[in-house]
C-alpha cells in the first residue's frame, strides 16, 4: 500500500533531522506506532542504525507492512495503542513516534502513557498531530460527520489538557505548529522523565513554522529546518 503523499509531508524532513541529531550513527531501538505504506521504515532504514518494531490495531495493515521489512530483526506487530503495552518491550525503548495516530484514538491519555511505558528513561516521543491542538475542551469528533466533503474528521484535543497529560510524562517538552501550506500539525516531542511529576508544568511555548511543499517554497522550508535544529538543543 503505497503513500507517496505523506513521505514528503513536511513534518517528516522534521523529525529525520530530530531523529538524525538524537542518535546520529549509534543504534536505537525504535517503536513506530501506525504504520500504513511504512514510508518512515523506508525512507530511514539506510540512512540511520535502528531496530525497528512497527505496530498497528490493523491486521491486513501489519500483514502488508511486513512486506517492506529489510532486516531479520525487525518486525510488524497488531497492537491498539489504547491498549496495555507487551510486557518484553517495556522500560526498553529509545524512540516511540506517534504521527498522524493520536486524533484517530478515543483519546491522549492512554497513547501517551503506554508511549512513557515503553521508553527507557531519557527516551524520546515524538507525536505528530495532523489536527492541531485547540484552545478550551477536547473536541471529540471521532465517530461522527466521516461523510462531511473536504473535511479532516477525528478527534481535535484541547492543549492545556494534552500538555498537563503529557508534561506529567515528558521533560523538555518542544512544540512546533507546522503549517503544511493546507493546515497546521502539531510536531510535539518530549524525554521521558525519571518519575512522573504531580500535575504536569505550564504550557510549553508553541513555536510556528511554515513549510508549504513546492519548489517555491524552498527557501521557507530550508529556514524552517534551521530553526528548528536551534530550539532543538539541549532536548
Ligand atoms: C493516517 S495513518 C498514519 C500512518 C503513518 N504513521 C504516517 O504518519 O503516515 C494512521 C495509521 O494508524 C493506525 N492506527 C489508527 N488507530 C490506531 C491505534 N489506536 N493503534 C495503533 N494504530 C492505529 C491506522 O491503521 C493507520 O495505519
Redesign the pocket.
Known amino acids: 500500500m503505497r503513500?507517496a503523499g505523506?513521505a514528503h509531508h513536511p513534518t517528516r524532513q522534521l523529525v529525520d533531522d530530530l531523529m538524525s541529531r538524537w542518535f546520529g550513527s549509534r543504534r536505537f531501538e525504535w517503536l513506530?506506532?501506525?504504520?500504513?505504506?511504512m514510508?518512515?521504515y523506508e525512507r530511514l532504514r539506510a540512512r540511520l542504525e535502528f531496530r525497528y518494531t512497527g505496530?498497528?490495531?490493523?491486521e491486513s495493515?501489519a500483514e502488508d507492512s511486513r512486506d517492506y521489512l529489510r532486516r531479520p530483526d525487525d518486525r510488524v506487530v497488531v497492537?491498539?495503542?489504547?491498549d496495555a503495552p507487551a510486557a518484553e518491550l517495556r522500560g526498553r525503548l529509545d524512540l516511540v513516534t506517534l504521527?498522524?495516530?493520536v486524533n484517530?484514538?478515543e483519546g491522549y491519555e492512554r497513547p501517551i502513557a503506554h508511549a512513557a511505558e515503553l521508553l527507557r528513561p531519557g527516551g524520546r516521543v515524538v507525536v505528530?498531530l495532523h489536527l492541531a491542538l485547540v484552545d478550551g475542551p477536547d473536541q471529540l469528533l471521532r465517530h461522527h460527520d466521516w461523510d462531511v466533503a473536504g473535511e479532516v474528521i477525528g478527534n481535535r484535543y484541547g492543549r492545556a489538557g494534552f500538555f498537563t497529560a503529557f508534561t506529567t510524562l515528558f521533560e523538555q517538552p518542544l512544540w512546533v505548529r507546522v503549517d503544511d501550506g493546507h493546515k497546521p500539525n502539531d510536531l510535539i516531542v518530549g524525554r521521558k522523565r525519571a518519575e512522573p511529576l504531580s500535575g504536569g508544568q505550564p504550557l510549553p511555548p508553541m513555536h510556528r513554522l511554515r513549510m508549504s511543499t513546492g519548489r517555491r517554497n524552498l527557501p521557507r522550508r530550508l529556514l524552517g529546518r534551521a530553526r528548528l535544529r536551534l530550539l532543538a538543543r539541549g532536548r
Open positions: 503513500a505523506r513506530d506506532v501506525g504504520v500504513v505504506g514510508v518512515d505496530a498497528d490495531l490493523s495493515v497492537w491498539d495503542i489504547e504521527r498522524h495516530v484517530h484514538c505528530v
